[in-house]
């Protein structure tokens, strides 16, 4: 294959994926970011002592990470190195019960029975039904673009479709947790498995019962050096491999002549490009960067997925009893957290989960502390008063987690930063500040969210969180090998 040059435009986790991929095939690439450093929301905060991952706070399914260093013919150990956790997550439920959930299915069941009102196989049969929804549907919805008619001449495809009504999408993932336990703490423990794509358990499709799976039979790890060395691991690779790398450079259009993707537009410079690749938003991409171009507008349209309000606390203590995750769960909705949400739908859940990520290394806090990362799912940036709501906010987490864990744990904060919707869509580009694009809060939403290469310009392809096949660590890994497939099939010599 030729050395054809590929502009991309960000340098998010699926910017370097794909990067990495295209420069295997012999391309020439460069990335254009306008932050100072590579990862989009996978970057890391340093204040006095403490360090902070800034975005996702689980790593699953590794093996999408390492596949880009098998392609690269790399050692990844000489990169990048990562535990698997034996817990997966302590459950806090305000009645008292703690709750361990064990990476071992067998022990997580056993465990269950002794805290829930739930069998043994109760458990198992929910693990082995999640195990099918995603053996039957993954080569469909994840593996591959969703707007090729390749796609659905294949015996995967016909074999999905022959089994639909035992995918759940009929009915919405709180109605399928619901019929399956009679224990409401139980339920609410898998109706949490909706927020790994910013979604509701009352509006998005059964279907969703299968991201359990990918916990219990893949497993959950946490990188050594934290999450943010899975951004310094790839960028490294990238740039061992000749990738060029633009900090500070922010692409003001991309230019097409004739239908065709053929510059970008950097800080007012003409830089000439044979393919472009765009890592922003699809929303702004088209808003900013194509802005005299026919905007998909059915699709740029879609509800977006819930963002996040995220409180990052350097605490002057250690707290035995709080493993690497932990999850409180709060019952006092209405009392407590309703004004998030007031009318907006995308996260229309009667049930907010604190999630709390506590790491004490020596590198994350100093001796004797914790770093928390304290997070709860709010709806997308529309104007609301987010000052006002961090304030509340943050009162009712306070109290809320000092009655829990019986201290008063504002006396014990000693630095203190804050990440809310908006900061979160002027860091990252994201539309409204969402974290994963799209909602998933419709069972036609994997087909509504836009391709990973335009229908009206050639040679202009779609990475990241807000297309196909959607957000988080795992997906975005998989939009970049998605990208890089069609690109090599596009250009074939």
């Known amino acids: 294959m ?4 590929v502009v991309i435009i960000g340098s998010g986790i699926a910017g370097l994926a794909v990067a990495i991929r295209l420069r295997n095939q012999n391309f020439e690439v460069e990335v254009y970011e306008s932050n100072s450093y590579p990862g989009g929301k996978l970057t890391e905060i340093r204040t006095k002592g403490y360090r902070f991952d800034c975005g996702p706070s689980l790593f699953t399914m590794p093996q999408f990470v390492e596949e880009l260093f098998t392609i690269s013919d790399k050692n990844v150990k000489d990169y990048f190195e990562y535990e698997k956790k034996e817990v997966v997550c302590n459950y806090f439920y305000e009645d008292g019960t703690k709750f361990k959930a064990l990476a071992n299915t067998e022990k997580f069941a056993k465990e269950a029975e002794k805290t829930f009102d739930v069998e043994n196989a109760q458990i198992l049969q929910y693990f082995e039904n999640s195990k099918l929804k995603y053996d039957l549907t993954s080569s469909l919805f994840l593996n591959k673009s969703l707007h090729k008619l390749s796609t659905y001449l294949s015996l995967d495809t016909i074999r999905a479709i022959t089994r639909i009504n035992s995918l759940g999408i009929n009915k919405n993932l709180h109605g399928l947790n619901a019929k399956q336990f009679k224990d409401p703490r139980l339920v609410q423990f898998f109706d949490r498995f909706a927020t790994y794509n910013g979604s509701s358990p009352y509006l998005t499709p059964g279907i969703m019962s299968m991201i359990p799976h990918l916990e219990q039979y893949y497993g959950t790890f946490f990188p050594k050096g934290g999450m ?3 951004t310094k691991s790839l960028y490294k690779l990238a740039t061992d491999l000749g990738v060029t790398f633009h900090f500070k450079s922010k692409v003001d259009e991309i230019v097409t002549n004739n239908k065709k993707a053929t510059a970008v537009i950097v800080d007012g410079v003409k830089k000439g490009a044979d393919l472009v690749i765009s890592n922003m938003d699809v929303v702004p991409t088209y808003r900013k960067l194509l802005s005299n171009q026919k905007s998909p507008e059915k699709t740029l349209k879609q509800p977006r997925s819930s963002s996040a309000l995220i409180f990052y606390w350097g605490i002057k203590k250690e707290f035995p009893e709080l493993d690497l995750h932990n999850i409180f769960f709060s019952k006092n909705y209405k009392e407590e957290f309703e004004y998030i949400f007031e009318k907006k739908q995308v996260f229309d859940d009667p049930t907010v989960y604190i999630n709390i990520t506590v790491k004490n290394e020596s590198n994350d806090a100093p001796r004797g502390c914790e770093n928390w990362f304290v997070m709860i799912n709010v ?15 943050r009162k009712n987490i306070l109290n809320k987690l000092s009655k829990l864990l019986k201290m008063d744990i504002e006396e014990l904060i000693e630095t203190e930063e804050i990440l809310d919707p908006r ?8 539309y409204q500040g969402s974290l994963y694009g799209s909602s998933s809060n419709n069972k036609y939403a994997a087909f509504l969210r836009h391709p990973n290469f335009s229908k009206s310009i050639k040679n202009l392809y779609f990475c990241g969180g807000s297309v196909h096949p959607g957000g988080g660590i795992p997906l975005c890994l998989l939009s970049g090998k998605i990208v890089s497939e069609l690109i090599q ?4 010599p």
């Open 379 to 393: 709806p997308g940036n529309e104007g609301q008063d987010w000052d006002k709501i961090i304030d509340k906010s």
């Open 489 to 492: 099939k596009d250009f074939k």
């Open 2 to 5: 030729s050395n054809k040059k």
């Open 228 to 230: 943010h060395s899975i």
């Open 423 to 430: 900061s979160i869509e002027s860091n990252t580009q994201s």
